[in-house]
């Protein structure tokens, strides 16, 4: 057998035991309540960090480099600076608003203390949003996942993308919340060490023939190699503003992120885990991005950029280091998917049914629509023919638009009613999509637009109507 499938099955089999694991520990927690959960820092960042790099980063952040050069640098440079106004101003409020209302989903803290008529409607408008957007995000997944089989072992595409899903749907059934947790904070390891062996290496091909590397890189164009294109900082500004609504969007509005600050011990761990995250989520995405980049002068004909990191170890390397990169792409992918999972099944359980408030159901055994959701998001992304980075993009700008701001309303107690809190999530929701139908996402990304509108809609209608 090629050691390239052992050593991946090794860790595909070191995945599932964590799984088992994080099972175990759940049985432990006292209620479904979040706070219960008792994240230390560690695995509040690692497993935030390895969730929020999902397929974009192996798949999406190398084509992009391959494709466009280091202009693409500006994405996960903007998102850092959405990233460093979350972590200094939300983790800890939201972990603190979290434990004082015992949240078991994100959607409870943004209706807390509402009439009991609008929570319902409010709650239920907002997981059919969370369900549609992560329905596409894990769909995006599925897709990275089939690009990542098919470039390391050849597999058909229909087969790579089964195989991919139902793995993960197999073993996130299994951990539920703990064990998604703790799986992702191991494949956190796996793809820091990936993306260290993935830049050694393509520096040591790309030095072979330095004078070949250069010209394929000159053959890009006269901008590959410029961050910001035709050396115009201030056309940038409007992508830069954009990315980093965002991010800030992205911790705010993204149940799979905000249930991991809702699980932290305390407020101050969870804020403590602020370097653990963005070291983490900067390093990985430049490097990808950096290393798409160096792809492009080693192997300049690639058909399809976003498979070009699996395609490229098959190309230069022995099956042993073929195997590690297969078990980094996969943990990358997967560690997104699987939190995406578990996010619908806790969105589905407790905000559209509302079962584990009534039952104090255990988390693990939201095992059933994990599965529902699973194998859905799979047959839903056999028809999809959009790329990884636009679904992934998409999904993210809409939920950043329509609930980030519902939340910073929440977590800052800025002046809100019941009917200017809803108004806020349709209207960003609504200028969202208007803004990517109308194609102005090129020029800045729809949250930020969203936010805005959102923010100000609470504004005039918090002042005009009583709750």
């Known amino acids: 057998m090629d050691i390239s499938i052992i050593v991946f099955a090794v860790a595909l089999l070191g995945t599932f035991a964590v799984a088992i694991l994080g099972r175990r520990d759940a049985s432990q927690v006292a209620s479904a309540t979040l706070s219960e959960q008792r994240l230390n820092r560690w695995l509040v960042g690692l497993s935030a960090g390895a969730t929020a790099n999902s397929g974009f980063v192996v798949t999406a952040a190398v084509g992009l480099g391959y494709s466009f050069g280091a202009q693409w640098l500006l994405l996960p440079l903007s998102w850092l600076l959405g990233d460093v106004i979350f972590w200094l101003v939300f983790p800890q409020r939201i972990n603190a608003t979290g434990r004082a209302i015992k949240a078991t989903t994100m959607t409870d803290v943004i209706v807390d203390g509402m009439r009991p008529r609008l929570k319902a409607g409010l709650k239920r408008t907002i997981a059919v949003l969370i369900l549609v957007c992560l329905g596409g995000y894990v769909s995006a997944q599925w897709l990275a996942g089939q690009k990542f089989l098919g470039g390391a072992f050849g597999f058909d595409g229909v087969v790579s993308l089964l195989a991919f899903a139902a793995l993960i749907v197999i073993y996130t059934a299994i951990g539920g919340f703990r064990g998604s947790v703790y799986v992702d904070s191991m494949q956190a390891i796996i793809r820091v060490i990936g993306t260290v062996i993935a830049m050694a290496t393509v520096a040591i091909v790309a030095s072979r023939d330095s004078n070949a590397f250069w010209q394929n890189i000159k053959a890009a164009g006269p901008d590959f190699l410029h961050i910001f294109p035709h050396g115009l900082v201030l056309a940038a500004l409007p992508v830069i503003i954009g990315f980093a609504a965002a991010a800030l969007g992205f911790g705010l509005g993204q149940p799979q992120m905000v249930t991991r600050y809702l699980a932290g011990a305390t407020p101050e761990e969870t804020r403590s885990a602020w370097w653990i995250y963005n070291s983490f989520v900067q390093f990985t995405w430049i490097s990808m991005t950096v290393f798409g980049l ?96 636009d679904l992934a993009l998409s999904s993210v700008s809409l939920m950043g638009a329509g609930l980030a701001p519902a939340m910073l309303i929440r977590v800052l107690n800025w002046r809100y009613t019941d009917i200017s809190l809803t108004c806020s999530v349709l209207a960003g929701t609504c200028t969202a999509i208007i803004w990517r139908s109308c194609g102005l996402s090129a020029a800045m990304n729809a949250a930020a637009p969203g936010m805005v509108l959102a923010l100000s809609t609470n504004f005039m209608l918090a002042r005009l109507t009583d709750n």
């Open 294 to 389: 160096a792809l492009r002068g080693v192997m300049p004909s690639i058909a399809d950029p976003e498979r070009g990191l699996s395609l490229f170890f098959r190309a230069n390397t022995g099956p042993f280091f073929t195997g590690i990169i297969s078990a980094d792409i996969f943990a990358t992918i997967a560690a997104t998917s699987n939190s995406l999972l578990v996010a619908m099944a806790q969105t589905t359980a407790c905000d559209l049914l509302g079962r584990v408030q009534e039952k104090r159901q255990h988390p693990a055994e939201l095992w059933p629509f994990t599965a529902i959701l699973g194998v859905s998001t799979m047959l839903f992304s056999l028809n999809l023919h959009r790329t990884v980075v």
